[in-house]
C-alpha cells in the first residue's frame, strides 16, 4: 500500500492562506469592537448625565418643599410684606412647574433664588423672625439643602463635560453622529447664599 502525500508547496499554500484570513478577520474585528467600545461609552455618559440631573430634580424639590413653610413663617412676623411674599411664591410656582431644558430651568430656578434672597433681605429687619426658633430650623434645612443642590450640580455637570467632549472627539463623533448622540446642556445655578447660624456651645 503506497502513501499518498501532499506536496510541500501545498502546505505553505495553505498556510499563506489561513493567515490572509486571520489578518483580515483582524482588520475588521478589531476597528469594530473599537466603535462597539465607542458606543457602549456614549450609552453610559448619556445615562449617567440622566441620573445625575434626577438627583438635582430631587434637591431642587426638597427645596420647593420648605419654602411655603419659610414664607409662611415670615408672614407671621412680616404680614405687610405682601410684594416679597407674592414674588418668593410665584416665582415658587414657576419654578415647580417648569420642566424644559436645563438652560431654561436654571433660568427659572434663578428667579426664584433671587426672590429667596430679597425675603432672607426682609428677615434681617425683624430681630425677633431671626431668633424664632421654626425660623432657625428652616434657615438650617434650606442651608443643607443649597449645599446639596450645588453638590448635585457640579456632579451633573462634570458628566455633561465628559459627554460633550466624547460627542465632539474623533473618531467618536462619528458613532455619535451616527446613533443621535447629542450635546447635553449645563445646568448654571446660582446659591441662595443662605448659611445656617453658627452653633455657640455653652
Known amino acids: 500500500m503506497t502513501n499518498f502525500q501532499l506536496p510541500m508547496g501545498h502546505w505553505k ?3 499563506s492562506y489561513m493567515e490572509l484570513i486571520l489578518i483580515a478577520a483582524a ?5 469594530l469592537f473599537g466603535l ?15 441620573e445625575s440631573w434626577s438627583s438635582i430634580d430631587t434637591e431642587l424639590k426638597r427645596r420647593y418643599d420648605l419654602i411655603p413653610n419659610l414664607v409662611e413663617t415670615v408672614k407671621g412676623y412680616a404680614a405687610h410684606e405682601r410684594s416679597v411674599l ?24 434663578n428667579i426664584l433664588v433671587g426672590a429667596v434672597r430679597q425675603l432672607l433681605g426682609v428677615v434681617e429687619h425683624y430681630p425677633e423672625l431671626k431668633a424664632n426658633q421654626n425660623f432657625l430650623k428652616l434657615q438650617s434645612q434650606l442651608s443643607n439643602t443649597e449645599d446639596r443642590i450645588q453638590a448635585a ?3 451633573y455637570n462634570a458628566n455633561v463635560r ?11 463623533n462619528i458613532i455619535a453622529g451616527i446613533f443621535g448622540f447629542r450635546k447635553e446642556e449645563f445646568f448654571e445655578i446660582e446659591d441662595v447664599g443662605m448659611r445656617a447660624p453658627p452653633v455657640v456651645n455653652p
Not at 458606543?39 to 448619556?46: A, E
Not at 410665584?90 to 412647574?97: D, G, H, Q, T, Y
Not at 465628559?162 to 467618536?172: G, I, Q
Request: glycine fraction near 4%; charged fraction near 25%.
Open 162 to 172: 465628559d459627554m460633550n467632549t466624547k460627542v465632539e472627539s474623533f473618531p467618536s
Open 86 to 109: 407674592q414674588s418668593v411664591t410665584e416665582a415658587r410656582s414657576k419654578a415647580l412647574a417648569s420642566t424644559g431644558t436645563p438652560v431654561s430651568q436654571a433660568a427659572d430656578e
Open 27 to 31: 482588520a475588521i474585528l478589531l476597528p
Open 153 to 155: 450640580r457640579r456632579f
Open 13 to 15: 499554500y495553505k498556510d
Open 36 to 50: 462597539i467600545g465607542m458606543y457602549n461609552s456614549l450609552v453610559k455618559l448619556r445615562q449617567q448625565c440622566r
